[in-house]
């Protein structure tokens, strides 16, 4: 069975960027392949204490997991969900990564050279090396699939590099997950492109937590009617024709987009659907229409979604996690001499 991992974000206001370029794809394609794969969702809370923590950490990452349960995640043998920091094969084999890894190829990351700009010296380690902390994520497992944002596909390629050069110098041990146009389009989007749902207010730019503007994202938390009134507001063109065109009609596309995504309708459909009409206030009124209801039947099977289920999911995955990550860690400690074949 082939093994599909995504890491979980840990945030104590998600938007509906966050579940519709993650969460409900994510929660979609573990319904669709749980009966033939293994499903790992961890949370990477190893990954979040690199910058300082908004809120109760534990209490963070248990409401995290609920908005997949409360997405409509099923459940069965297949579906493992963990913490990182429960399977300390994660730290060691970073460790281990890290004497494979080059210093050149991790100050080439992109999101290394915006974090770290001009704070000098003072910026943390862990901001620079954690990409090598989340190739052993994938590489723990060999996981084949890892449905990732568009800003962590220069990761994934770093994953890729890391096990060829670990592979090529101790003998074939990783599973390589496939390329990052494969894995966009295993998660069916467009064109084999990542999804990145863009602001309201300057389509330009992701949706962003850190955006000041109030009116540039929707929050999981936001009522139906304030989602509404952010949507009718949204910033379009002055184009006049309803088309996906996202370099020239970005604020158009987004609206397409977010149709597309909620309804698990192809895009392409809803394109079509729309085709020769002019009236962006009538398109805005639909997507509203659309969010508002889906937003209303998220919020209601979240109120239904416990503390307690979530802590068993964890009780049950973390073993089963140790375990396999355990298996990988030793086959990585023969290869490399630190314990025996025996």
């Given at each position: 069975?082939?093994?599909?991992?995504?890491g979980?974000?840990?945030?104590?206001?998600?938007?509906?960027?966050h579940?519709?370029?993650?969460?409900?794809?994510?929660?979609?394609?573990?319904?669709?392949?749980?009966?033939?794969?293994?499903?790992?969702i961890?949370?990477?809370?190893?990954?979040?204490?690199?910058?300082?923590?908004?809120?109760?950490?534990?209490?963070?990452?248990?409401?995290?997991?609920?908005?997949?349960?409360?997405?409509?995640?099923?459940?069965?043998?297949?579906?493992?969900?963990?913490?990182?920091?429960?399977?300390?094969?994660?730290?060691?084999?970073?460790?281990?990564?890290?004497?494979?890894?080059?210093?050149?190829?991790?100050?080439?990351?992109i999101?290394?050279?915006?974090?770290?700009?001009?704070?000098?010296?003072?910026?943390?380690?862990?901001?620079?090396?954690?990409?090598?902390?989340?190739?052993?994520?994938?590489?723990?497992?060999?996981?084949?699939?890892?449905?990732?944002?568009?800003?962590?596909?220069?990761?994934?390629?770093?994953?890729?590099?890391?096990?060829?050069r670990?592979?090529?110098?101790?003998g074939?041990?990783?599973?390589?997950?496939?390329?990052?146009?494969?894995?966009?389009?295993f998660?069916?989007?467009?064109?084999?492109?990542?999804?990145?749902?863009?602001?309201?207010?300057?389509?330009e730019?992701k949706?962003?937590?850190?955006?000041?503007?109030?009116s540039?994202?929707?929050?999981?938390?936001?009522?139906?009617?304030?989602?509404?009134?952010?949507?009718?507001?949204?910033?379009?063109?002055?184009?006049?024709?309803?088309?996906?065109?996202?370099?020239?009609?970005?604020?158009?596309?987004?609206?397409?987009?977010?149709?597309?995504?909620?309804?698990?309708?192809?895009?392409?459909?809803?394109?079509?659907?729309?085709?020769?009409?002019?009236?962006?206030?009538?398109?805005?009124?639909?997507?509203?229409?659309?969010?508002?209801?889906?937003?209303?039947?998220?919020?209601?099977?979240?109120?239904?979604?416990?503390?307690?289920?979530?802590?068993?999911?964890?009780?049950?995955?973390?073993?089963?996690?140790?375990?396999?990550?355990?298996?990988?860690?030793?086959?990585?400690?023969?290869?490399?001499?630190?314990?025996?074949?025996?």
């Amino acid at each position: 069975m082939k093994t599909i991992l995504t890491g979980i974000r840990i945030n104590s206001d998600l938007h509906i960027g966050h579940y519709l370029g993650l969460i409900l794809p994510m929660t979609r394609l573990a319904n669709r392949h749980s009966k033939d794969s293994h499903i790992n969702i961890f949370v990477p809370d190893l990954h979040s204490i690199i910058s300082e923590v908004d809120g109760d950490l534990q209490q963070n990452i248990v409401n995290s997991l609920k908005t997949y349960l409360a997405a409509g995640l099923e459940l069965n043998n297949n579906v493992h969900i963990y913490r990182q920091s429960h399977v300390p094969a994660h730290s060691e084999l970073c460790w281990i990564l890290d004497t494979v890894a080059t210093m050149g190829e991790m100050s080439r990351m992109i999101q290394w050279k915006e974090k770290s700009a001009g704070k000098g010296d003072n910026v943390n380690i862990g901001i620079f090396n954690y990409p090598v902390l989340m190739a052993a994520d994938i590489l723990l497992y060999d996981a084949v699939y890892v449905p990732v944002g568009e800003d962590q596909f220069q990761h994934l390629e770093l994953t890729r590099n890391i096990a060829q050069r670990f592979n090529r110098k101790f003998g074939e041990t990783f599973t390589l997950p496939v390329k990052t146009s494969d894995q966009a389009k295993f998660m069916g989007q467009l064109d084999g492109n990542g999804i990145r749902i863009r602001s309201l207010t300057n389509p330009e730019k992701k949706m962003s937590k850190s955006d000041p503007s109030a009116s540039s994202k929707i929050i999981l938390s936001d009522s139906p009617e304030t989602a509404t009134k952010k949507i009718m507001s949204a910033t379009t063109d002055s184009v006049g024709k309803i088309q996906f065109d996202m370099f020239n009609q970005p604020g158009i596309s987004n609206l397409l987009q977010i149709e597309s995504l909620i309804t698990g309708a192809p895009l392409q459909e809803v394109v079509t659907a729309w085709a020769g009409n002019t009236h962006y206030g009538e398109l805005k009124a639909h997507v509203a229409a659309t969010v508002s209801t889906a937003l209303a039947d998220f919020q209601s099977k979240l109120t239904e979604v416990s503390d307690d289920t979530v802590r068993e999911l964890l009780a049950t995955g973390e073993p089963y996690a140790n375990q396999v990550a355990n298996t990988k860690l030793r086959q990585v400690q023969i290869a490399v001499g630190l314990r025996k074949n025996a």
